[in-house]
């Protein structure tokens, strides 16, 4: 089997892939571009990715492929109807990281409580060694003790979002969907969610649904000087509407660690208001990325291969 690892930098490079127990090729290349795919791809029997495209015409010319192996959960990166006419296998992975992106999200309403990120960055400019007493007081603190979180998504990581927050006190709201016209047991009307939370945070996949989730109409019901948190995708939130509601006050702050174009351009609106706003938090997309996460990411992408394989011989 010929194997090829087209974005190994999607792995940091401190934790160990895994190889597989049969006989097989190993070619890895640090980054892809997608004039690059098909060059590198149309000898491989497996391809193992993370963000590559692969789209009906790039499929079409890897008449070899068998199995796209993804190195993480999201399958938008592929044509899984075309896939699946051409016989090629996509296997993603699931729950590896259902510890450490709850724990980054518990970490990012802990910031901006306590704006963190604005005294963080006072020092940097000496700030407080130009106080006159021993502190003072240019950010909010608000307790995280009594707020209200209000989760869109209640799958296995806004489900222990949700525990945690109830851990330290807060109350949890899941929000039904959009438009229902029928709420679930265990759900709050989606509106309602926007109106009542003074912290909201996005664990809802990208469809075409929700795409765009949080817009200018949604934000503008939420409540005045609230927080919004995104770990889910970039494209849930309409990044310019996002822009605005932070500049005229109404939202009170926001972190983020996924964006609609990763990486994203220098000039992004965002990472542009970032500079000049200690309440807009940007992490690079790692909310996943703990190593014991990680490491269990690369073991069951190596299991799915050699699941793969074994049926494939026994065919």
């Excluded at 499929?59 to 959960?73: D, H, V």
């Excluded at 450490?100 to 970490?107: D, L, Y």
């Excluded at 306590?114 to 407080?128: F, I, M, N, V």
């Excluded at 438009?179 to 926007?194: K, N, Q, S």
Aim: charged content about 20%.
């Amino acid at each position: 089997m010929n194997i090829v690892f087209l974005d190994s930098t999607a792995i940091p490079k401190h934790i160990p892939i895994p190889r597989p127990s049969f006989a097989h090729t190993w070619i890895e290349y640090e980054h892809t571009s997608s004039a690059e795919t098909i060059e590198r791809a149309k000898d491989a029997d497996i391809v193992i990715t993370s963000k590559v495209i692969f789209d009906r015409e790039t499929l079409k010319q890897l008449p070899k492929l068998k199995l796209i192996a993804i190195t993480a959960t999201g399958t938008n990166n592929v044509d899984l109807v075309a896939a699946e006419e051409m016989g090629i296998t996509v296997r993603n992975v699931t729950g590896y990281s259902s510890t450490t992106v709850p724990e980054h999200v518990m970490g990012l309403i802990f910031a901006l409580k306590h704006s963190l990120a604005g005294w963080l960055r006072d020092q940097t400019e000496a700030k407080w060694a130009e106080s006159k007493q021993f502190c003072y007081f240019d950010y909010s603190i608000t307790d995280v003790l009594g707020s209200t979180l209000g989760v869109f998504g209640k799958g296995c990581l806004g489900t222990e979002v949700g525990r945690l927050a109830n851990a330290v006190g807060m109350e949890v709201l899941y929000a039904e969907h959009k438009d229902a016209t029928v709420c679930r047991e265990g759900y709050t009307p989606f509106d309602e969610v926007l109106k009542q939370a003074d912290i909201v945070t996005l664990h809802c996949p990208l469809t075409e649904t929700t795409k765009n989730l949080i817009n200018a109409d949604t934000l503008s019901k939420m409540k005045k000087g609230a927080f919004l948190i995104n770990t889910g995708r970039g494209p849930l939130i309409d990044e310019l509407a996002l822009v605005d509601a932070l500049k005229t006050g109404h939202l009170g702050g926001a972190a983020l660690d996924v964006m609609v174009k990763e990486p994203p351009e220098k000039d992004n609106l965002l990472i542009l208001a970032a500079k000049t706003m200690p309440n807009l938090i940007i992490t690079p997309h790692i909310a996943w990325a703990s190593d014991s996460a990680v490491t269990t990411l690369v073991g069951k992408v190596m299991q799915n291969i050699e699941e793969f394989v074994q049926q494939l011989n026994q065919k």
